[in-house]
């Protein structure tokens, strides 16, 4: 069984940075794709970033472009988010998500099949 396990959310201050870290057990890393969504209450899950198996192939949204960036160590089973210029839009709990390779990494929410159990971040004006 896959287990996803996000950690290093928080409260910052807009302008401010923070790095989210998911680490993946169960299978080999190395073969799924592996994306950051974001939800806040009463709204959808919205897609943030994703990234291939080698992390490689990446995309964005159009919000988030410029500003975060994802990435993966494989040898060491974990997806990061780095967030930069945070601002009070982006706060949300923020879940990582685990799919067998597929290139590009997919946007939808309903093409993963492993989720962790989220991270908030909270973003101050």
């Known amino acids: 069984q896959v287990q996803l396990l996000e950690s290093g959310g928080g409260l910052v201050q807009a302008g401010g940075s923070l790095r989210l870290s998911c680490v993946v057990s169960?299978?080999?890393?190395?073969?799924?794709?592996m994306a950051w969504f974001r939800q806040t209450p009463g709204k959808e899950r919205e897609f943030v970033a994703a990234?291939?198996?080698?992390?490689?192939?990446?995309r964005y949204a159009d919000s988030v472009k410029g500003r975060f960036t994802i990435s993966r160590e494989n040898a060491k089973n974990t997806l990061y988010l780095d967030m930069n210029s945070l601002k009070p839009e982006d706060t949300a709990v923020y879940y990582c998500a685990a799919t067998y390779t597929l290139n590009p990494p997919p946007p939808g929410p309903n093409d993963y099949n492993y989720w962790g159990q989220g991270t908030q971040v909270t973003v101050s004006s």
């Open positions: 169960g299978r080999t890393f190395s073969a799924y794709a």
């Open positions: 990234a291939n198996w080698i992390g490689r192939i990446t």
